[in-house]
């Protein structure tokens, strides 16, 4: 039951005579309204704000003494802070976390303005890390997941500058996302906060593999210790949160393998050295293994299905249909366990999954197959039967369940 | 925003810690410019105008050195220079200007005259390798930005860089050549 069920549903129910208008007013007692969409106006709120401070100082700067611009500079970042922090002893949470953002903003602004003001050259990212490194410590201090998304996003910023501008990659940086915000969710494990989490960490290694001008594959080998984190995490949301973002990134690569991975050129340039990669996937297959085996949630090994290293198979058609075979597993395991844990959202994310592996498959075989029909009808016959099974299933699990608290 | 931590360290005392640290590193960054300038060597780079009609992008002013792009045979690093790479220079002075005497990978040592400043590789092919110091835009003071704009036009200028021992560097001015 959700309020917004209630609230758009009540009054029907009061003029049918279901409920009295006072018992609608005590069920809407019981599901107060979430602040959710509110919780990410502060951030955009302070990101504005700290650019529209930006133009108009940045206008004037040059006319302004050296003395009255560093002013400017500090005294702006410690007005919001104090701001921040008298907003938030009067409990006025958004407004206050908001004006601690944007004090977070204006420091980052202050440290590139004044070296700009001192023609000062950033050979390395240490001014920018400092940055990194205060959005750390306040996201620890306020407890706050807007400052936690900020500094998130301020670790990617830096990192991209750091390899794009500088040609070094930060570790600090890096090494700050994993156990700065990385220990933050662990101990106040978060949806959305895992979702934030991993794309800055799978942003972050996608620069380290380009800086490195390592076989793209390499890739896979941080953004599944970034999944088998989230094995072990107790949290199941939260952990799901940290999970999406590789699975979508290993999905897509072994969607793109199924694309163009006959063309044996392709499939060269994604060949790490077998052993060194295959020990280093099956280490951390390990780990993420034993983490589901101690949560209790084996059944989702087969997310490993989509890292099975196909581009190792010698081109040619072979690969394509393996790579093919695979997505249908992986698509099809994600309806099943869709099923038994009676997972609605997750029934349609398995429906686009399969959808999608069924039109690459098109594709893909109306270009190479001339027995296609073959394969279109298999796959016809798959899709429907698995859709009549689902939908037997489903009315079925419904039923049982029908008298449900 | 209750911590069971010890008296002294309250939440109100951790976030004035953390912005006065915040207050201290952008002073720090001031400082950073100040030193560079005491305590730095000044070379003199010669700068030819981007495109003299248009040389005032806004408040700055854009740069291109003598030693912004430079021989093949300079480079020293045991590699062929790639794209983004960060490379030393090995700057010496000739005819009242510091010319590029080498192009490393790691620090070379340098002589007394000598100096070197840091750099990226931005292109390399096989008539040049093109560098990047991040001195390409200078921040012009208020009013000096049209008398530069027009000697620059006419001849090349002489720019002042301060190189700090730790390796900083920053300019202090932008001037026309005197004869």
Redesign the interface.
Known sequence: MSRKLLETEGPKWVAQGIITPQQREQLLALYPEEERVVGLLPLLGSLLLGLSALSVVAAN???LPEWLR?LL??GS??GA?AGG?YF?RRRNEALGMGLVGL?LVL?GC??IL??????????DAT?LL?WVL?GT??TY???SRTLFILTACIGGIVQGYST?Q???FSYFTAALTVWGLGYYWWRRPDGLLGLVLASSLLWQAGLLIGHLHAKITWFFIPAMLTYALGDWQPDRPAARGLQTPPLAAAFLFTLGLALYGEADTYAGMLRPPFLAYIGALLLVLAISLAGKYRRGRLGSATDWLLLLPGFYLHGGLALAVATLVVLYAYSGSVLWRAHQENNADRVTLGTVLFILTTMVAYFKLTWAFMDKSLFFLLGGALLLGLSWFLRRRNARALSAKQPQP | MTDPTTSFLTHRRLVGLAVAAQMLFILAVAGAGYATTALGRTITLRTTPVDPRDLLYGDYLRLNYTISQVQPALWRGPEPPQKHQAVYVLLQPTNGAYEAAGVYATEPPAAPDQAVLRGWVTDSWRQGIRLRYNLERYYVPENSGAALEKAGARRPLLVRVSVAPWGQARITQVGEVRK
């Open positions: 700067w040059q006319g560093l500079l500090l970042m410690g802070y922090e938030l004090g420091f202050g440290i004044t070296s700009q003001l001192y023609q000062l050259i950033g050979y001014g400092a205060a410590v306040l201090l306020y407890r794009g500088l040609g070094s």
